[in-house]
């Protein structure tokens, strides 16, 4: 919590240095900064980057500086209103300290009659910004007492877009809550006085003073704070943490997302996640990512709803998402919510944005690798419907042509295109309707004769409705595919082309409800799969022999998944409280008939030892229907994904963990400590000698294992100042083991556990950044990890001829430590409004070091002639970039 | 969209350098399995069958080369009882054994029935080892081998091309031994004898023509499964540089056709893998496949490689140097005139080096290194028995 004012006076700080002030035609907004300098309680105003209006102030004497500024500020056609030692600059029309006339005649009034800015945002409900202005919710009269309800929507102000994951609570902290995927949130406090606070990372917090006579309905509205919009900083919800009963929830906005140091300087929301403990991948150019030792398969990504299968471009250098149009991400890696299922390690949740309701904007970017834009608005002046629409697309065909020639892939070429669409329309406060599309498509070849390529189609529709003030519901439904093709010209003989595809439709029912002390969470889900596991049709060569292959067609997989769920956020007492869920999910493959089902359970509590150290405890248990199958150390685009069926069990899972949050150093610094312990049963690992693609009985080639992964997190955060940032620490293993062969000479290792490829126990992030000026910042990321298990030859041998190589144990050996540091300068733009354009500017060096982290390593024979060791490395250089923004 | 901003991003690369790259590597000391048996050897019919055995070895030790095994009790056995028996040892060059050759052991499979199936049943180091009962694979006839030059002539491909005999036998894997004759880059005409010029006997010098031969070294298979029909099309035996001395003159290959069985296609599909084809970004990853041998005492031991029982056809062809002319010399061989006043210090030509041509009317000298005037550093005059060209 901040400063308190009561003092209804103008106060002065008193400066020693005498210090000489100048403003020359600068913007309101670097006036105010200064002013806050001297002005003991807050200032507000409306930033209006449209604003031509400009200021120049001289002044000797500091002391005199705001006094001038003020004077300044009226002659300008601004007014100055003090309000609990506040003060408040708006254009035009003052603020008004009491209520407009007639405000109690309706009983969900609207207020701010006088500030147009807010009124834009919304037009039927209350919104709120301003801290120490008195917020009268229903008639004092109708008052009965006892627990009431106050909700709304948490906006953005300077697009009114919805900000989720936003805590909103009491200031004794005794109700809690978080906004919701659509900014909504619900608390619940006792009838009368209130003091309700809304913060959100980088966000300024909201301190609002609520008097609450009846249940009703309280937007808030909040923005960036200004200096930390350069921050690189990558954290979930300061608060949240603490706060709510969940465990092992990171929250990332697209704002941070574009500030960290990356290849090239692509902005990329996965590759983000790596930044956090307890997500690993396992290498620079790998797709997929690893939650607390659970596979890549094992995370459900949903975009808007949609499960993405493949999330990456380009060999897994970039993921799929276009940042212009995406809001924030979500991963829930230990409590996972009982809505949420089908995966076993983790849920991965892409929010895209629902566009600007104020005004039509949008962007056009131009990078190394990619050409990108979007645009956005409202249809209507009232911004109900609202639209965004986005588009990227690359040339990086020249940048293969740099990579090593024995990676296979300097001779090809790759393009890769995805584009979203977004519609949303308002009904009014308590039923919106959403629609969204996606597509993605990667193109890329190896070498002349073989091309692959890979997408992802989503679309839903989703309804969302309050009934009333204590239940609401959401629907969603869609329809999701994933496919791949390979055509193979080598020969014209044995030209071919192969296609995978998976398509599913969804559909699902989330109802909320508040009772009391209980919130409930229910619902109900379905998907249908429809699976092509491969078509393999001849391809004639215009000109050369026709195409001696034998079309194959794998039967279809047909599957239909269900589940049930109900979860109860439950505060037992004022420092104890839960989330108790259950699922049950049942997959019945129908063809032929197999079902399987069974109950999952989620479970977690927090246990607030004092106002600054948390306790929390969870256990859950998961289900998966559907599996990856994999050879390849790394997420493929020629992945064969696998319902389960007779053979193939489903993989079942649990983790417990046990988590500890801490504030420290004047509420400045957070700790938090994490430990888990996981089970896996039934992940499909590859049998030796596995030919995964076309395999019409796949249980012939592959294993299953059992899992289990544990390990502790511990990680020191600062948020705020000047210096903000993180530092983690992670210990973790995870081992498989061969069930299927157990005691036989034909197991993996010997029927031995044994590491799974991603398995790097120790590893060290350090994220940060610092504040020179308003201006510059520097960022910076350090990542160290233990090297990823391999499987290298332990001898060589004779054979045919040539030199062969002997390999024993299935990833007994390591590669090389990682290590990495990226670097990066911001620039903020000037302040100076006048000039036609703005520059910002971020200079970075990814691998600052250059050090050449080994990406594989590996021994090669060529024709048997020579044995030799090799070591890739993707990027094995500092790799310096400029990322130039232009606004106009 | 009169409200319209725009961003506009311009990404500049101040210096761009993707420094992805491919070092040699050598991991820390890494715990060896030496030692595992290797067998290797296929159970014929009408020809006689050859065994050897030798034992794994360090990867991280250079210089060190295969041993060779001895064998005893070798022998194969029908399922009928019927054993045919080793009946003599050969020893043939191979500088990666031991003492430059490998010791095999010849067993008497002529008469070897077609229609049982057979195992090889071996001791070695006191232990006793056999394979699982092998069913003997028949093998199509090569229908022909073709050659394939490059659109930029930088290498010839040797193609093999054959009908497979039934629907079943849809694995293929192929062997080769290659010939070449070659010659020195100049003949050399005089000689100096005191420091004059002596013109030598008319001929074609000693080491002018010289002849080498090579084994393949390589794993070649291929599936025809998925195939409309059992065909073996521009199937790729080797592949020739062109500045390759085979190319230079005269170039013979002798390509071995094996049928196989699934299995051995599994196994040393998984061995070219595991040699060849990982450490890329999406390649699989290495793992070890057992073969069909197995220790009678003590059937956890590893024993490397894969015993077949099959037929071998066979197939030579001649590919002629004046046919695809794609040949280019690599070696330098530019000759250089030496100028009698060597105290000018304008050239001197080394004492070894011999005099190529000799400019009868300006009396001019002109020299090449003694590399390029004898063929014996890239071959022998061994001339194979049945090469179809003489030089005398």
Redo the contacts between chains.
């Keep these: 919590m901040k400063k308190i004012l009561s003092i209804l006076l103008l106060t002065l700080s008193v400066h020693m240095s005498g210090q000489k002030i100048s403003f020359y035609k600068s913007p309101l907004d670097s006036v105010v900064m200064k002013m806050e300098e001297y002005f003991s309680g807050k200032i507000f105003f409306v930033p209006d980057t449209a604003s031509t209006d400009r200021f120049t102030i001289r002044t000797d004497d500091e002391s005199k500086f705001v006094l001038q500024a003020l004077d300044l500020l009226k002659n300008q056609g601004y007014s100055v209103t003090m309000k609990d030692g506040n003060m408040f600059i708006l254009k035009g029309v003052g603020i008004s300290t009491s209520l407009p006339v007639q405000y109690f005649q309706k009983s969900m009034p609207t207020v701010y009659g006088s500030e147009d800015y807010l009124g834009a945002l919304s037009d039927d409900a209350k919104v709120a910004n301003f801290a120490n202005k008195v917020y009268e919710i229903g008639r004092e009269e109708n008052c009965k007492g006892g627990k009431l309800f106050l909700s709304g929507k948490v906006q953005n102000v300077s697009n009114g877009e919805p900000l989720v994951g936003v805590s909103v609570y009491s200031a004794d902290g005794k109700s809690f809550t978080q906004t919701d995927e659509f900014g909504q949130y619900k608390l619940q406090l006792p009838s009368g006085a209130n003091k309700v606070i809304a913060s959100g990372f980088s966000l300024n917090d909201v301190e609002l003073d609520v008097r609450l006579y009846e249940t009703g309905n309280l937007d808030i509205i909040m923005k960036e704070k200004v200096y930390s919009l350069n921050s690189a900083v990558v954290s979930a919800e300061s608060s949240n943490n603490r706060k709510s009963n969940k465990m092992g929830v990171e929250l990332v906005r697209i704002g941070r997302i574009k500030h960290v140091p990356t290849v090239l300087g692509e902005a990329d929301v996965l590759k983000v996640l790596v930044t956090l403990p307890g997500v690993k991948s396992v290498g620079e150019a790998s797709g997929g990512f690893n939650v607390r030792g659970g596979a890549t398969d094992q995370n459900l990504i949903l975009f808007n709803d949609g499960t993405i299968y493949n999330p990456t471009h380009l060999f897994g250098l970039f993921s799929a998402f276009n940042p212009d149009v995406v809001t924030d991400v979500e991963l829930f890696k230990s409590s996972i919510p009982a809505e949420y299922g089908g995966r076993l390690s983790s849920v991965l949740e892409i929010r895209g944005r629902e566009g600007n309701e104020k005004k039509v904007a949008g962007s056009l970017g131009v990078g190394l690798l990619t050409a990108k834009g979007h645009i956005e608005g409202p249809f209507t002046k009232k911004g109900k419907t609202k639209f965004i629409l986005g588009a990227r697309t690359t040339y990086s065909d020249w940048m293969l042509g740099l990579l090593p020639k024995n990676s296979g892939y300097n001779q090809g070429t790759a393009n890769f295109y995805d584009a979203n669409a977004s519609i949303s329309h308002k009904f009014n406060n308590n039923n919106s309707i959403y629609a969204y599309g996606y597509y993605s498509k990667d193109k890329f070849s190896f070498s002349v004769d073989t091309t692959y390529s890979y997408y992802n189609i989503n679309g839903s529709l989703k309804f969302r409705s309050n009934f009333s003030e204590k239940h609401s519901m959401v629907f969603s439904t869609g329809y999701d595919e994933y496919g791949y093709n390979v055509l193979d010209t080598h020969k014209d003989i044995e030209a071919y082309n192969l296609n995978f595809r998976i398509q599913q439709a969804f559909a699902k029912f989330k109802f909320k409800s508040v009772l009391g002390k209980h919130t409930l969470n229910y619902g109900l889900t379905g998907t249908y799969y429809y699976l092509t596991p491969g078509t393999m049709l001849p391809y004639n060569i215009p000109g050369l022999e026709a195409s001696l292959v034998v079309p194959k067609i794998l039967d279809q997989e047909m599957g239909a998944e269900a589940a049930a769920y109900i979860s109860d956020t439950w505060d037992m007492t004022e420092s104890i409280s839960a989330d108790i869920g259950v699922r049950y999910s049942a997959f019945a493959n129908l063809r032929p008939f197999t079902y399987y089902g069974g109950p999952e359970f989620r479970v977690s509590a927090k246990f607030l030892l004092s106002d600054k150290v948390t306790l929390k405890a969870g256990y859950n248990s998961m289900r998966q229907y559907i599996h990856m199958l994999s050879n390849t150390t790394t997420m493929s685009p020629t992945d064969i994904w696998k319902l389960s069926d007779a053979d193939i069990k489903p993989q079942t899972g649990w983790q417990a963990a046990m988590a500890l949050y801490a504030m420290m150093f004047n509420n400045n610094v957070e700790f938090s400590l994490e430990g888990y312990y996981k089970s896996m049963d039934n992940y499909l690992d590859y049998k030796s000698g596995s030919v995964l693609i076309m395999n019409s009985n796949l249980v012939e080639d592959v294993i299953e294992t059992r899992g289990r992964a544990y390990g502790a997190e511990v990680m020191l955060k600062k948020p705020l100042g000047k210096l903000n940032g993180w530092v983690s620490y992670t210990y973790s293993r995870t081992l498989l083991q061969d069930k299927q062969d157990a005691g036989s000479v034909f197991a993996v290792n010997g029927g031995e556990w044994y590491p799974a490829a991603y398995d790097k126990p120790h590893d060290v992030k350090f994220v940060g950044n610092f504040k020179f000026t308003h201006r510059y910042s520097i960022s910076m990321n350090v990542d160290y990890s233990t090297g990823r298990p391999t499987t290298i030859p332990v001898g060589k041998y004779v054979y045919g001829g040539g030199y062969r190589l002997y390999y024993s144990d299935r990833n007994a050996y390591r590669i090389p430590d990682y290590f990495r540091m990226d670097l990066a300068l911001n620039i903020e733009p000037s302040h100076n409004l006048k000039k036609l354009s703005h520059f910002s500017i971020t200079m970075g060096v990814y691998n600052v070091t250059g050090r050449k982290n080994a990406y594989s390593i590996y021994y090669d024979t060529t024709s048997g002639e020579k044995v030799q060791g090799y070591m890739l490395t993707i990027f094995g250089a500092p790799i310096p970039y400029i990322n130039l923004n232009v606004k106009f | ?1 009169k ?25 820390e000391e ?5 030692g ?1 048996l ?1 067998m ?1 050897g296929e159970i014929n019919a009408g020809i006689e069958s050859s065994f050897t055995a ?6 991280l030790a250079e210089n060190v080369k ?1 041993k060779s095994l001895e064998l005893s009790d070798i022998y194969v056995e029908s399922e009928s009882g019927k054993k045919y028996t080793s009946y003599r040892t050969q020893k043939t060059e ?1 500088y ?2 031991e003492g430059d050759s490998k010791l095999s052991y010849i067993v008497d499979t002529r008469a070897l029935d077609r229609e049982e199936r057979h195992k090889l049943v071996f001791s070695c180091k006191g232990k006793k080892y056999e394979t699982v009962w092998l069913e003997f694979v028949e093998t199509p006839v090569i229908d022909s081998i073709t050659y394939r030059v490059a659109d930029d002539k930088s290498k010839l491909d040797v193609l093999v091309h054959a009908t497979g005999i039934s629907d079943s036998l849809r694995y293929f894997k192929w ?1 080769y031994r290659e010939d070449w004759e070659f010659h020195a880059v100049y003949q050399q005409q005089y000689i100096l004898v005191n420091n004059v010029p002596e013109k030598l006997p008319p001929g074609v010098p000693e080491n002018y023509y010289c002849w080498n031969k090579a ?5 070649n298979l291929l599936s025809t499964t ?4 059992n ?1 073996v ?2 199937h790729l035996i080797t592949s020739i540089g062109c500045t390759n001395k085979r190319l230079m003159d005269l170039y013979s290959i002798e390509v071995y056709q094996k049928g196989i069985s699934e299995e051995a296609y ?2 040393w ?3 070219l893998k ?3 084809g ?13 073969g069909n041998i197995y220790c009678i005492d003590d ?2 031991e590893m024993v ?2 894969y015993i077949i029982s099959c037929a071998v056809e066979k197939m030579r062809v001649y590919i002629k140097a004046q046919d695809h002319r794609i040949y280019r010399d690599p070696e330098d061989c530019t000759p250089f005139q030496w100028f009698p006043n060597p105290d000018k210090g304008e050239f001197e030509p080394s004492p070894t080096w011999g005099v190529y041509v000799y400019d009868e009317e300006t009396g001019d000298l002109f020299y090449v290194e003694d590399r390029c005037l004898t063929c014996l550093r890239h071959g022998t005059k061994d001339k194979p028995d049945f090469w179809p060209t003489k030089h005398e």
């Design positions: 969209m409200e319209a901003y725009k961003y506009i991003t311009l990404c500049v690369a101040a210096v761009l350098c993707v420094a992805s790259c491919i070092y040699p590597f050598t991991p890494v715990p060896q399995e030496i595992l290797v290797e030798s034992e794994s070895f360090s990867l295969a191979d990666k054994f062997e084994f393949s070294s390589d794993i998925g195939l409309s029909e065909r099309k521009d599994k196994y599909d998984t061995m595991n040699n060849e990982t450490g890329g970004i999406f390649a699989p990853q290495p793992n070890e496949l057992r059937p956890e490397l490689g």
